[in-house]
């Protein structure tokens, strides 16, 4: 697999959208939505939270909103068990 910048990737939207403060969500939380914008991979993606695999999804799959603490997330993208991306966002209250 090509290694790709880390700003490609990330324009390319795995962690594309991250809003805080929603109306619907206390506000000690973020939301965070996921969108799998890399077209051609030969397998779904796994997304990874601080270690924990937390869903895995497929070329144009959008995932959540999901409302969490406010506070610093280790997000890891797996394809077929390696680590291809790994990034720390610091998610604060809206």
Known sequence: MQIMKRSSVLALAILATVSLGAAS?????????????IP????????LVNGNPVF??????IE??????ADSY???ISLGGSVVLSETFDLAAG
Not at 25 to 37: K, L, M, N, Q
Not at 40 to 47: I, K, S
Not at 64 to 69: A, C, E, I, L
């Open 64 to 69: 959540g909103p999901y409302y969490v603490p």
């Open 56 to 61: 895995s999804f497929d070329y144009q799959d």
């Open 74 to 76: 280790l997000i890891e």
């Open 40 to 47: 051609g991979l030969p397998e779904p993606v796994q997304v």
């Open 25 to 37: 969500a206390p506000a000690a939380t973020a939301t965070i939505s996921a969108i799998h914008g």
